[in-house]
Nanobody, 123 residues
Framework: QVQLVESGGGLVQAGGSLRLSCAAS????????VGWFRQAPGKEREFVAG????????YYADSVKGRFTISRDNAKNTVYVQMNSLKPEDTAVYYC????????????????WGQGTQVTVSS
């Protein structure tokens, strides 16, 4: 089993920045990649960014390209997403998820999920 814990969410004004962290524990050797998803009230859960564990490949939703940066520290079993130039549209619960098979924009292949952390961007 893999356990994921997100942290770093909070309230920020439009144009501000936050950095979210995702700490993994348990059977982390089984992880192929990690993705960040978000879900706003009344909306479907959507892919934000992803990164492979053993390569530099990164993936971003069009809505966050140029503003968000995903990174990792494998020694700490931690994945980060730096979020700059935040907009009210970024307001959502952000989830960290781990896949043992592939990185995709669909939530379905991700077997492990964190509890979520709230990000609220005020106008």
């Amino acid at each position: 089993q893999v356990q994921l814990v997100e942290s770093g969410g909070g309230l920020v004004q439009a144009g501000g920045s936050l950095r979210l962290s995702c700490a993994a524990s348990g059977r982390t050797l089984s992880i192929y990649g990690v993705g960040w998803f978000r879900q706003a009230p009344g909306k479907e859960r959507e892919f934000v960014a992803g990164i492979r564990k053993s390569a530099d490949n990164t993936y971003y939703a069009d809505s966050v390209k140029g503003r968000f940066t995903i990174s990792r520290d494998n020694a700490k079993n931690t994945v980060y997403v730096q979020m700059n130039s935040l907009k009210p549209e970024d307001t959502a619960v952000y989830y960290c998820a781990a896949t043992t098979s592939l990185i995709t924009t669909s939530p379905a292949p991700y077997a492990y999920w964190g509890q979520g952390t709230q990000v609220t961007v005020s106008s």
